[in-house]
Structure formats: C-alpha cells, structure tokens
C-alpha cells in the first residue's frame, strides 16, 4: 500500500468501515510510514474530540429562517418587505442576469455571427430556409470558392507582374546606347564658351 492509497482510506478507517484485512494493511502501513501514522494520530485525535463535544440545540426558527433566506440570497429580517426597487430586480432582472442566460445570449450572437459569416444571410433577413445544413454547406462552400480564387488570381497578378518587371529590366539592360547628336553637343560647347567669356 503506499501513501496515495492510505489517504483514500482513512476515512472509511476512522469510520470503522473497512474489511479486516484491509484495515491491518491500513495499520500496517502507518506503522512503516512516519508521515501517515502522524497523519493517522491528528485523524483519530479529532474525531475523539468531535465525539466529546456537547450536541448543540439550534435555535427553535432557524430552519424557517434559512427557508426563507433562501430564495433570495441575501440576509434580510424574516418579516422584512422588500421595496419596490427589490421587486424589479427580483421580478425583472434577476432572470436575465442568470449566468446560464448570459452564457446562451453569447452563444446565440456568436451562432449568428458565424451564420452570417458562412452564408452571407444577414441575421435580420433570416428566414427558416436560411437554417437548413445544405443551404449552410452551399454558402460555406462558396466562400471557400471565392477565397482560393481570390488567392489564386493574387498569386497570378503578382507572376504577371513580376514577369513583366523582368522583361523591362532585360530590354533596359540589353537596349543599345543612344547615337550622341554631334549638333546638340556643339550649341551647349559654343554656350558654355559664351559664358566663359
């Protein structure tokens, strides 16, 4: 037995529960185990002081008061009534505001949200052919058309221009140098020597 084992027995130990030989394993191993056989004194040593102590008389309307506590969640003088504002939030809000009831509205925004997203019907023209799996399935599976054809016509435009970019480059770099214009070259010399001058 090792001490894994012991600790989910000591309560069927102390309550006296156990078959016998299971009990002496029980002892046994708190007899070789420093750690449970401390573990087994503190056990036994409390239950035999719970046992001593004194039973406790409740007061006579202490089960009516929690009765009426209950429903309401909250301390309030058993012959208490409630204000208006009490009311409201008791009548009116305190429905909605239920974790289960929040926790669902998300879930339904979130249901619509991924509708709308899948299919393309907006929520507020939502009808109950808008709901049915193959209409779901048509609307999702057009969409993941439309973005492998959006992807593909990207990668496409991007080829097309890079390719058109590498045709350019080459013509630049394989275009024949320009024949100088001996007439030109002469106007700007006898300018430049005007102004020398």
Not at 9 to 30: C, G, I, K, N, S
Not at 159 to 186: F, G, I
Request: proline share 6%.
């Amino acid at each position: 037995m090792n001490c894994a084992e012991f600790d989910n027995l000591l309560a069927d130990y102390v309550d006296d529960t156990l078959a016998p030989e299971v009990r002496a394993q029980v002892e046994q191993h708190a007899a070789g185990c420093a750690g449970c056989e401390e573990l087994l004194r503190d056990v036994t040593g409390a239950v035999s002081f719970m046992s001593r102590v004194a039973d406790v008389e409740p007061p006579p309307n202490l089960v009516t008061r929690i009765a009426f506590q209950m429903p309401m969640g909250r301390t309030r003088e058993p012959f208490e009534s409630p204000g208006w504002v009490s009311r409201l939030v008791t009548n009116w809000l305190r429905p909605i505001l239920q974790p289960r009831l929040a926790m669902g509205m998300a879930m339904t925004i979130l249901s619509f949200a991924m509708l709308e997203r899948c299919t393309g019907v907006r929520v507020q023209h939502i009808q109950a052919v808008d709901l049915s799996p193959i209409r779901i399935w048509g609307g999702m599976e057009d969409r993941a058309i439309r973005v492998k054809d959006r992807a593909v016509k990207y990668y496409e435009n991007i080829r097309l221009v890079y390719e058109v970019e590498t045709r350019l480059r080459e013509l630049e770099e394989n275009r024949p140098a320009p024949a100088k214009d001996t007439t030109q070259q002469r106007k700007r010399a006898t300018n430049q020597g005007e102004i020398v001058r």
